[in-house]
């Protein structure tokens, strides 16, 4: 199908008003990105944490990652799962999720193309190819929305399809086969990742959002994006949006080095981004990417042209360095930072404190990764964000002696408030905004401010942080997070208050 931009406009705003998420004077629009293809714009100047849209998955489904953990097919619980009783080899919790109207159609399709019943080891990999099957199912004016969006032809996409037909032996009709092949690529050049659920019963999904699909991405983004508890995706500005500008998310990592998004978006969606970020060899002087000289052990190492990497060179020394040696030293700190158990803390700590310095610079992506992790692990409450780090701090926090916040340090604790404050400012050196992960952040100091008081309070001597400092803190936590269901509960309790209040 040729994409326009009427037809686009036109079935988007259809596509909205069905799910009733249309809003009048709605502050974008569809047009012709200079970076190829479509993109979505503002049509009035946006606020910061003003509302650009919420938008509804035409289709949502497991991931076909062999590492994702198994959920329900239907209600996305990862307990008490079991075979379909119908034999279709789909997963399910429950009775109710097996008689659900979603569940009992995809059943239906699935035993069509049996000619034997799947076996139990099989089913895994039925549910992991379960998205392309859903497609089938829409109605033909869900089809024609995942029509209007981007697929890029790859042999790397689709392979779904091929696990359904070798592995499961399935009797796929051709005209089947085909959408769904050509929906394994608009999935994966478009599709969210979408955490279902709540605290220690979380999965994570893939949902195709199509206005969320038709923004472009930059690696210094002006949107932030939340899923709400019925996975609708809430888009905010994280800045103030121009009136003309292009709406962008960031589709990578944000404390990721340019090399690192770079390649990921490469591989990942077939471009190769040239956002101001991108160009600029400091990334807005913050050195993300850089390693210290090892001629005069002061400069920092950094590309002579970000966009190529094949030369860098010292800023104070000018020698130049081999880009195999940057990148075997990023190697190495990334393979380091990879095999660290949650319980290491104390070796991660002499890497970030007395290895480190002699290697990199401050902001190296290494040393953000690394403080970012220890955050997390020193965090006693379960923030849900980071699923495999919560998923892993479950088990340290319920089994290991000393990182419940009871059993924090006052110098852990100290370091910990440190780390926040450092990686705030680097996300500002960024030039992020309001985006989630400084919500998170702010959360996370919050959260140290309140023990530190508690402490002091219970010694007897004088708060450190004032009240007002506290609250303020927690304000634009809450405000940067607002709706997300993996927000923590007194942020969350904070939302429902203001809702109430609205009411009355
Ligand atoms: C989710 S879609 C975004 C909408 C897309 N431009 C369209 O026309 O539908 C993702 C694809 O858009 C293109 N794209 C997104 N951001 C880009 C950027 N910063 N530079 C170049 N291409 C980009 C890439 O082809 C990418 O795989």
């Known amino acids: 199908m040729q994409r326009n931009i009427e037809t686009i406009t036109q079935t988007i705003h259809k596509y909205l008003e069905r799910k009733s998420l249309a809003i009048e004077d709605a502050p974008w629009e569809i047009k012709k990105s200079e970076l190829g293809g479509f993109g979505v ?36 619980s990862r307990r008490d799962l079991r075979l379909c009783g119908k034999k279709c080899g789909l997963l399910v919790c429950s009775e109710k999720c097996e008689k659900s109207l979603g569940h009992q159609k995809e059943c239906k399709v699935v035993r069509q193309w ?19 099957i859903r497609s089938l199912l829409l109605g033909e004016e869900d ?16 392979f779904e399809v091929d696990v359904m037909k070798d592995a499961l032996a399935l009797n796929v009709k051709e005209d089947e086969e085909k959408f769904m092949r050509f929906v394994c690529s608009v999935m994966d050049s478009n599709a969210f990742e979408v955490l279902v659920g709540f605290e220690d019963n979380q ?15 930059s690696c210094c983004p ?15 500005a994280s800045k103030f949006i121009p009136q003309g500008s292009e709406i962008f998310h960031s589709y990578s990592r944000l404390i ?38 090892k001629v005069c052990k002061t400069g920092k190492v950094i590309p002579t042209n970000s966009l190529q990497t094949d030369k860098w060179q010292c800023e104070v020394c000018g ?35 007395q290895k480190l310095p002699n290697l990199v610079p401050e902001n190296n992506q290494t040393v953000v990764e690394l403080k970012y992790k220890l955050i997390w692990i020193l965090v006693p409450e379960n923030n849900q964000t980071v699923v495999e780090l919560k998923y892993k701090l479950i088990w340290i926090l319920g089994h290991q002696q000393g990182f419940a916040w009871n059993d924090l340090s006052d110098e852990y604790l100290s370091l910990k408030v ?9 996300l500002e050196l960024l030039r992020l905004g309001q985006c989630k992960m400084r919500g998170l952040l702010l959360y996370e100091l919050y959260s140290c401010y309140n023990e530190q008081n508690n402490r002091q309070t219970k010694s007897g001597s004088v708060s450190k942080v004032h009240e007002n400092q506290m609250k303020s803190v927690l304000q634009e936590a809450a405000d940067i997070l607002m709706y997300d269901v993996t927000a923590p509960a007194e942020i969350k309790r904070m939302w429902s208050e203001e809702v109430q209040l609205k009411k009355k």
């Not at 049996?114 to 392309?132: A, F, H, N, T």
């Not at 089809?143 to 689709?158: P, T």
């Not at 994570?204 to 472009?216: D, E, M, T």
């Not at 932030?224 to 905010?236: N, S």
């Open 256 to 293: 990721w080095s340019t090399s690192a998004r770079r390649f990921h978006l490469y591989r990942t969606k077939h471009f190769l981004c040239k956002c101001q970020r991108c160009e600029d060899p400091t990334e807005f002087g913050s050195y993300i990417g850089s390693i210290l000289c």
């Open 41 to 76: 714009f503002a049509t009035r100047a946006i606020e910061v944490g003003e509302l650009i849209f919420k938008d509804f998955p035409v289709i949502l489904g497991p991931r076909a990652a062999p590492t994702c953990p198994l959920s329900c097919v239907s209600c996305y």
């Open 143 to 158: 089809k024609s929305v995942v029509k209007c969006l981007k697929a890029h032809k790859s042999d790397q996409h689709g």
């Open 418 to 426: 440190n780390f926040c404050r450092d990686l705030l400012a680097l």
């Open 319 to 353: 020698s130049l360095i081999k880009k195999e040696e940057v990148a075997n030293i990023t190697f190495v700190l990334g393979s380091a930072l990879n095999s660290f158990d949650d319980d290491d803390v104390a070796v991660m700590l002499r890497l970030l404190h």
């Open 203 to 217: 999965a994570s999904v893939k949902g195709l959002y199509p206005l969320g699909s038709l923004a472009n991405h």
């Open 222 to 236: 002006n949107t932030c994006h939340v899923f709400d508890d019925k996975q609708h995706m809430v888009v905010r």
């Open 114 to 132: 049996q000619s034997k019943p799947i076996s139990e080891d099989l089913s895994v990999q039925l549910v992991r190819v379960l998205s392309p």
